[in-house]
């Protein structure tokens, strides 16, 4: 088999929404995502990444003058493209064990505890669904990273992250886990396990 190279890139052509999810947090959905986006802007696609909810100490300067993770502006470069603040609309900046500051679309919008925060969720998705559709418009592709874990079923009523964004916009799932971490095959059964039927027909798996 030949090497990969710029010359002979492998052809990646995910027309759409592709939605990575991870098992747990660091699973590796990061580097993936910018990884896909990658060889889609290599196969000669207009592409963008897109996480709606991130949690994150350090940020990102977009061109457009706000803030996303950085994650996100990594994904941008491997897209090719100039990072913006459609690409990471909720940026959650921690300030305790209970509280962050909430970047709303860039900017700074209030510090707030995780009860609170929980109730703003349903205020927060109608606009994330906003800077999807801009990207819609724009790219032939979206590459979508999940956030922590879709098996946090104490969340699931207003998740925007997770399963709550790839049911919302209807796109496929791929579920990634770490190996070396050890117990990835109960990370995936557990997974799949607190996932509701829909969800898990996403990942491929047909309904029990």
Same mark, same amino acid.
């Not at 000669?44 to 100490?57: H, I, S, W």
């Not at 700074?108 to 205020?123: E, P």
């Given at each position: 088999? #030949?090497?990969?190279?710029?010359?002979?890139?492998?052809?990646?052509?995910?027309?759409?929404?592709?939605?990575? +999810?991870?098992?747990?947090?660091?699973?590796?959905?990061?580097? $993936?995502?910018?990884?896909?986006? *990658?060889?889609?802007?290599?196969?000669?696609?207009?592409?963008?990444?897109?996480?709606?909810?991130?949690?994150?100490?350090?940020?990102?300067?977009?061109?457009?003058?706000?803030?996303?993770?950085?994650?996100?502006?990594?994904?941008?470069?491997?897209?090719?493209?100039?990072? #913006?603040?459609?690409?990471?609309?909720?940026?959650?900046?921690?300030?305790?064990? *209970?509280?962050? +500051?909430?970047?709303?679309?860039?900017?700074?919008?209030?510090?707030?505890?995780? *009860?609170?925060?929980?109730?703003?969720?349903?205020?927060?998705?109608?606009?994330?669904?906003?800077?999807?559709?801009?990207? +819609?418009?724009?790219?032939?592709?979206?590459?979508? #990273?999940?956030?922590?874990?879709?098996?946090?079923?104490?969340?699931?009523?207003?998740?925007?992250?997770?399963?709550?964004?790839?049911?919302?916009?209807?796109?496929?799932?791929?579920?990634?886990?770490?190996?070396?971490?050890?117990?990835?095959?109960?990370?995936? $059964?557990?997974?799949?396990?607190?996932?509701?039927?829909?969800?898990?027909?996403?990942?491929?798996?047909?309904?029990?």
């Amino acid at each position: 088999m #030949e090497p990969m190279t710029t010359e002979t890139p492998m052809q990646f052509s995910p027309r759409g929404t592709l939605m990575i +999810q991870g098992t747990t947090s660091d699973a590796g959905k990061s580097t $993936l995502v910018a990884g896909l986006c *990658r060889l889609a802007r290599r196969s000669g696609m207009r592409v963008a990444p897109f996480k709606p909810q991130n949690m994150a100490l350090k940020s990102a300067v977009t061109v457009d003058g706000g803030e996303i993770g950085r994650a996100q502006a990594l994904q941008a470069i491997a897209a090719g493209v100039d990072a #913006e603040i459609d690409f990471n609309f909720v940026l959650l900046k921690p300030t305790s064990d *209970r509280g962050a +500051q909430v970047i709303i679309h860039g900017h700074a919008h209030a510090n707030l505890d995780a *009860r609170a925060y929980h109730a703003y969720k349903t205020v927060a998705f109608d606009a994330v669904l906003v800077s999807y559709a801009r990207l +819609q418009q724009r790219f032939d592709a979206i590459i979508v #990273e999940g956030a922590g874990s879709p098996a946090e079923v104490n969340l699931r009523d207003r998740d925007i992250a997770n399963m709550g964004f790839a049911e919302r916009v209807d796109c496929p799932v791929v579920l990634v886990a770490d190996i070396d971490r050890g117990g990835v095959f109960a990370h995936l $059964l557990g997974t799949l396990a607190c996932l509701s039927e829909t969800e898990r027909v996403r990942n491929g798996f047909a309904a029990s």
